[in-house]
């Protein structure tokens, strides 16, 4: 395939596709959502450029990977970015050696002339400038102008794009002619327990299943509480728990203790207690949750190990005393 093309004159040296590996795993309706998106139905049918919407770490971009996997169709990603400008999202003049100007074609562009698929990725973190300049490639039209080339250009019929955005505060808020544009919303949410556990064993397969258990436990009750701990997150934990156990397998250390560790270095010693974390959440929200500390699922409730475990014949004990010595003062 020529890494050129030609367009009224100008040369546009093209992107390489992204050759990322992913298998969604799970949640396998929204996989069956967003290629219905990029179906098309009839010669005078269109297809739709949705907006896939979650928490950070989810599988957001994953899921675009599965779906180009589906339909056998090469992945450009674009990581859109705060300073994105718009020559950045389509062509990019850059001075080559001899002096004169190469024309370079972004990911999306080089989608669209291929007839290929294009995430673009984070994309409430870009400024209004940069998507107005894809307005008439979002809707019937599918075009757009490069004023640094000076050149207009058509998407092929195959062209196909989808855009994720992470649901925090840290983002742009996109105009609603664009958002018109970006239909429908798919929403991606945690995993249950057998789909992450299943997602951790994919990724690391070699993870013991002690870590593995300790892992989705943790996750699990994160997601309960809706603390923003994803997957992403677990996977992260478990490959760095596993690398010190590797590490010092000449001298075994508890494999619990290990998987503090780095559940404190990933994600700091706020995510060693779940229930101040819940707490505050639900202080900030007007809430009045109970929630569940790291004690609930290394012990049972009724353990006497457990941080709040209160032994009721202790107490009886106590109050017996309690009274004898109130008898001794009253004699």
């Not at 990725?121 to 490639?137: F, H, I, T, V, Y």
């Not at 757009?144 to 855009?163: K, N, P, Q």
């Not at 983002?171 to 239909?183: A, C, G, K, N, V």
């Not at 004990?317 to 009274?323: G, N």
């Amino acid at each position: 395939m020529s890494d050129t093309i030609e367009i009224d004159g100008v040369k546009l040296h093209l992107a390489k596709p992204d050759r990322s590996a992913g298998e969604w795993i799970g949640q396998r309706e929204v996989l069956k959502q967003l290629l219905a998106c990029w179906l098309v139905v009839d010669d005078s049918d269109l297809p739709l450029a949705p907006r896939l919407v979650g928490s950070p770490g989810v599988g957001k971009t994953t899921l675009g990977i599965a779906a180009a996997k589906v339909r056998q169709q090469d992945l450009y990603i674009y990581q859109c970015t705060a300073d994105t400008r718009p020559e950045d999202l389509l062509v990019t003049p850059v001075l080559a050696e001899s002096g004169s100007i190469k024309y370079h074609a972004s990911s999306l562009v080089t989608a669209m002339v291929r007839g290929k698929i294009c995430i673009l990725d984070e994309g409430n973190r870009m400024n209004e400038k940069s998507w107005a300049s894809l307005a008439p490639l979002l809707d019937h039209r599918r075009y757009v102008e490069s004023i640094v080339a000076g050149v207009t250009i058509h998407a092929h019929r195959d062209f196909r794009c989808a855009v994720t955005m992470n649901d925090d505060e840290s983002t742009f808020e996109i105009p609603d002619y664009i958002l018109s544009r970006l239909q429908p919303t798919l929403t991606l949410g945690h995993p249950g327990r057998d789909e992450e556990l299943a997602i951790l064993k994919y990724h690391l397969p070699f993870a013991e299943a002690e870590m593995l258990n300790l892992t989705v436990e943790f996750l699990q009750q994160a997601h309960t509480l809706k603390l923003d701990f994803s997957t992403r997150d677990g996977i992260n934990i478990l490959r760095y728990a596993m690398k010190r156990l590797a590490q010092d397998a000449s001298h075994p250390i508890a494999k619990d203790l290990v998987w503090q560790e780095a559940l404190v270095n990933c994600l700091g010693d706020e995510a060693l207690d779940l229930n101040r974390l819940s707490a505050r959440r639900q202080q900030s929200l007007g809430g009045n949750a109970i929630p569940l500390g790291l004690g609930d699922f290394f012990f049972n409730p009724n353990d006497e190990l457990h941080p709040d475990f209160e032994d009721d014949e202790l107490d009886d004990e106590d109050d017996r005393d309690d009274d004898d010595e109130d008898d001794d003062e009253d004699d």
